[in-house]
């Protein structure tokens, strides 16, 4: 049975930084794609950052790249999402998630999702 545990959300404010962690079970990191998630009250859940199966390669959506960094740890089966410089704008529910194929880019593809944890930047 897989699991996804997302930990590490919080309320700070704006400029400060975060770590979140995706702890997985029941899959192997690298068979998968691997991504964050994210969803705002109202809107619909956006791809944030992705490191992929093959290489462990990185992708990011263009509002997050230079603050944000996606990274595993195959010894511990977690995937995390250090972020820096937060902005109001990053506020979401961040959600982890694993795909075995297709575009990482693109929610449909994953096959496996976390419960959600909830980030909160104030201005």
């Known amino acids: 049975q897989v699991q996804l545990v997302e930990s590490g959300g919080g309320l700070l404010q704006a400029g400060g930084s975060l770590r979140l962690s995706c702890a997985a079970s029941?899959?192997?990191?690298?068979?998968?794609?691997m991504a964050w998630f994210r969803q705002a009250p109202g809107n619909e859940r956006d791809f944030v950052a992705g490191?992929?199966?093959?290489?462990?390669?990185?992708i990011y959506t263009d509002s997050v790249k230079g603050r944000f960094t996606i990274s595993r740890d195959a010894a511990k089966n977690t995937v995390y999402l250090q972020m820096n410089s937060l902005k109001p704008e990053d506020t979401a529910v961040y959600y982890c998630?694993?795909?075995?194929?297709?575009?990482?880019?693109?929610?449909?593809?994953?096959?496996?999702w976390g419960q959600g944890t909830q980030v909160t930047v104030s201005s």
């Open positions: 029941g899959l192997t990191l690298s068979s998968y794609n």
């Open positions: 998630a694993a795909s075995s194929g297709g575009s990482a880019y693109n929610r449909r593809n994953y096959d496996y």
């Open positions: 490191v992929l199966r093959s290489f462990g390669s990185t």
